[in-house]
């Protein structure tokens, strides 16, 4: 399409779909059409933004006739924030769409035979259903259409929110967010509106310079807070005063902690992490085990609907109480010592030192001594030798990061020849891949898709696989 082109209204178009990634999709011709923000039963008009030799970009101009599966998003901020892409479905269509989803990509990437679900497990929180959410300062905000209309000098105002998709150098400011109890929005609001008071400088994020850059916020099922600052600069004395302005107002932070990251990222992980007030870790409790959670932790995002995602790969495991189980990608243990009370023996392995650490603080934490833990590259530590200091796997429970798992690890896997593996995944597609690596060896006898994330496309799915005999 030539440039002067791109822009064309595309008149009266009915949506039909979703694509994997979450975008509706429809057909203009022979080309797959993916729209922002649309739902399946939408008649619309579309703008073309992009238009490739296969498929297009839209946006919704105007929407003539709304799909009868739409609901009112409540955020102010849907349609600008990626964060919650299907605030305007009805929270059942939503669960309906994940597990054909995954169903659809298990069997176009994985070409496995898939026997029938379980039905997808919701969550029982829709909104403020997350414990931690990070939120960026800057100095000159991104503006939004509605904004330009009223005044073009709010450009320079500054912001605190969430960086616009794909645009890393923009932040959308952020007035409320419902995915987390409201006391995160207190605070947050509450640390920008001191910060113009008292004249402290915003983040930069083109020049990487300015005191108040980012605001890490963690909370627990008994409502205590961790927060974390990252400020850009030694600032001592304005770091001072907005720290201790937060540990007088809020007596619900346990834990307040800063970071002074004068890189040109924002990773949190190569950094020095202070403690100003309170502990250094915030103690979670999924079933009737604690965990120690440092800023550093991974932890699942969902502390209720974490509980119900480990104990479908309870289930799945089948345990008697005289297995050995490995536990692969295990981070700070949350999985390894869910199993531990249900085995004989579990072996955790994880590549991140600090999150074995935490894990090792964990295990003793909840005297569970049944437990050994391994730091390192996983496709360096699970060799077929492994078995021999640590005992043959009856089962082995995966849950790889995004990526997946490297053809490496798939291959020692089916070597071990354990009787089952659980695959806990966040990305179907990746599990999809690696579930035809082991085909020959194992067939899928049942799996459940595990609603994590409410409003969004992703989705976790839990996959038994089983020995094929020989």
């Not at 297009?56 to 105007?62: F, R, Y």
């Not at 963690?218 to 001592?236: A, C, D, S």
């Amino acid at each position: 399409m030539p440039r002067n082109q791109r822009n064309q209204i595309l008149e009266n178009v009915t949506i039909t779909g979703f694509a994997s990634e979450g975008k509706a999709v429809t057909r203009i011709g022979d080309k797959v059409a993916f729209v922002e923000f649309g739902a399946p039963g939408d008649v619309a008009d579309l703008r073309v933004l992009q238009d490739k030799s296969s498929f297009m970009v839209t946006s919704i101009e105007q929407l003539k006739m709304p799909s009868p599966e739409r609901v009112s998003p409540v955020c102010n901020h849907f349609g600008y924030c990626g964060g919650c892409k299907w605030q305007h479905l009805d929270y059942a269509q939503q669960l309906q769409y994940k597990q054909e989803q995954v169903e659809e990509t298990l069997q176009r990437l994985g070409k496995i035979q898939l026997p029938a679900p379980q039905p997808i497990l919701g969550s029982e929180l829709h909104y403020q259903y997350r414990n931690k959410l990070e939120f960026a300062f800057c100095n000159k905000r991104w503006i939004t259409p509605e904004e330009m209309k009223v005044s073009r000098d709010r450009k320079e105002l500054p912001g605190a929110g969430f960086h616009i998709p794909k645009r890393w150098d923009k932040i959308l400011h952020i007035e409320a967010c419902h995915l987390m109890d409201g006391l995160a929005n207190e605070i947050r609001n509450t640390v920008y509106d001191f910060a113009i008071e008292h004249n402290i400088s915003f983040y930069d994020v083109a020049e990487h310079h300015g005191c108040l850059r980012q605001l890490s916020l963690r909370n627990n099922l008994k409502g205590n807070w961790m927060v974390t600052v990252m400020f850009g600069g030694e600032e001592e004395e304005n770091r001072e005063k907005v720290l201790e302005m937060m540990k007088t107002r809020f007596p619900a932070i346990t834990s307040l902690q800063y970071i002074v990251n004068t890189k040109k990222n924002d990773s949190i992980y190569d950094q020095e992490i202070h403690l100003y007030h309170g502990e250094a870790t915030l103690t979670e409790t999924i079933g009737n085990l604690n965990f120690l959670i440092g800023p550093k932790s991974f932890f699942q995002t969902n502390s209720k609907q974490t509980e119900r995602l480990y104990q479908q790969a309870l289930d799945y495991a089948g345990l008697k109480g005289n297995e050995t189980v490995y536990d692969l990608y295990c981070g700070i243990g949350t999985i390894s010592l869910f199993l531990a009370k249900h085995a004989k023996r579990v072996l955790g392995i994880e590549s991140v030192p600090e999150a074995i650490e935490d894990a090792h603080k964990n295990a003793a934490l909840n005297q569970i001594n049944n437990v050994d833990f391994l730091a390192g590259d996983m496709k360096d530590l699970l060799k077929p030798d492994i078995a021999v200091r640590y005992g043959k796997p009856d089962v082995i429970v995966t849950d790889p990061p995004r990526a997946g798992m490297h053809p490496d690890v798939v291959e020692t896997l089916i070597k071990l020849s354990p009787e089952k593996i659980v695959y806990v995944s966040c990305n179907v597609a990746t599990q999809a891949r690696d579930l035809k690596m082991m085909e020959e060896f194992y067939e899928v006898t049942s799996w459940r898709p595990v609603d994590m994330f409410p409003h969004t496309a992703h989705v976790e799915n839990v996959v038994l696989l089983t020995k094929r005999k020989s």
